[in-house]
């Protein structure tokens, strides 16, 4: 089971709203409502940011937003801040021998 | 408050093995799934391994499977990691993390640990 494909990097300016993609297969992003997002800052442990595609835990900012389109998952961050600048994770559940694939992370970069 | 806290990692030879611990606290543990992922340094996520809320359903990442063994005691709060046959890049920080569910189908972590070390090496 090979990853899901995320960007490497994105930047953005404050103020304005990026999107990060998530693509995977119809055995995993495209076959469930499956998909979440998880914030990493250097050091830190992962937090989580959406679940089930488009849900936000309690405590997270309405500036994410998740959606998804037949394969491809996308996380964006509206009103972009400087402690948005983070390394960003889409997971999913997968049909395949491997119940659980991770994206290969995106670098957000706040300009 | 939840908490999550992982020992047991350490440095080890290739071929050798060693059992991670997750102490749990803050919420109730036998009415969720937990899970281990680890993340190698400088690199991303990995799932490794999950269990259901009673321990009939475990999942392996297929890098583990066969070598790694995934177990709870809820009477304990407690989550393990039996890890043998250890192998270089098996490498990393390892991360208890807890779902937000009770079983395996749709995974969720909205709590994860600090993190254990893991380093093999001859």
């Known amino acids: 089971q090979s990853a899901l494909t995320q960007p490497a990097s994105v930047s953005g300016s404050p103020g304005q709203s990026i999107t990060i993609s998530c693509t995977g297969t119809s055995s995993d992003v495209g076959g469930y409502n499956y998909v979440s997002w998880y914030q990493q800052h250097p050091g830190k442990a992962p937090r989580l940011m959406i679940y089930d595609v488009r849900n936000r835990p309690s405590g997270v900012s309405n500036r994410f937003s998740g959606s998804k389109s037949g394969n491809t998952a996308s996380l964006t961050i509206s009103g972009l801040q400087a402690d948005d600048e983070a390394d960003y994770y889409c997971n999913s559940y997968t049909s395949s021998s491997t119940l659980v694939v991770f994206g290969t992370g995106t670098k957000v970069t706040v300009l | 408050e939840v908490q999550l806290v992982e020992s047991g990692g350490g440095l080890v030879q290739p071929g050798r093995s060693l059992r991670l611990s997750c102490a749990a606290s803050?919420?109730?543990?036998?009415?969720?799934?937990m899970h281990w992922v680890r993340q190698a340094p400088g690199k991303g996520l990995e799932w490794v391994s999950g269990i259901t809320w009673n321990s009939d359903n475990t999942g392996y990442a297929d890098s583990v499977k066969g070598r790694f063994t995934i177990s709870r005691d809820n009477a304990k709060n407690s989550l393990y990691l039996q890890m043998n046959s250890l192998r270089v890049e098996d490498t990393a920080l390892y991360y208890c993390?807890?779902?937000?569910?009770?079983?395996?189908?749709?995974?969720?972590?909205?709590?994860w640990g600090q993190g254990t070390l893991v380093t093999v090496s001859s």
């Open positions: 803050g919420f109730k543990f036998d009415d969720y799934a």
């Open positions: 993390a807890k779902d937000i569910e009770w079983e395996l189908l749709d995974p969720d972590f909205d709590h």
